[in-house]
């Protein structure tokens, strides 16, 4: 069950029935700055301006400028994540990635999952570590 999904050019996003934002990548996508500004519009949307659980399915082939990178890691951004999970197909990819957060320690808890479900359990095990906060 969901909020009903929005269509942006680069993916779909909903909200589930635990408050978890959802954002499926299209195949083929090239997100740009005007892309990553459309995504934080929508999940702001649909969060009510409050932070939220991400749950980013990036299982598709895409790709994503760098003045769009650097605006999804920004403030704004971080202020409303409460953590971050993504869903890769390689499973060395998770590795490394997992490896390179642990490094560098990411103000947002962001982990690299290759099964949805685990990424959505961990997910709700943040929930409950912030709501104990």
Do not use: C
Not at 18 to 43: P, Q, R, S, T
Not at 91 to 97: A, D, E, H
């Amino acid at each position: 069950m969901d909020s009903g999904k929005t269509q942006t050019n680069t993916a779909s996003i909903y909200k589930d029935k635990n408050g978890v934002i959802h954002v499926v990548l299209f195949e083929g996508a090239k997100m740009d700055y005007y892309d990553a500004l459309d995504h934080y519009l929508v999940i702001k949307n649909l969060s009510g301006n409050e932070p939220v659980l991400k749950l980013i399915d990036s299982r598709a082939d895409w790709s994503i400028q760098a003045k769009a990178r650097r605006f999804l890691a920004g403030k704004e951004v971080k202020e409303k994540t409460i953590a971050r999970a993504v869903v890769q197909y390689s499973t060395i990819k998770s590795v490394l990635l997992n490896f390179f957060n642990e490094m560098n320690k990411p103000e947002v808890p962001t982990k690299i999952f290759t099964d949805y479900d685990e990424a959505y359990a961990w997910l709700m095990k943040m929930k409950e570590q912030f709501r104990s906060k």
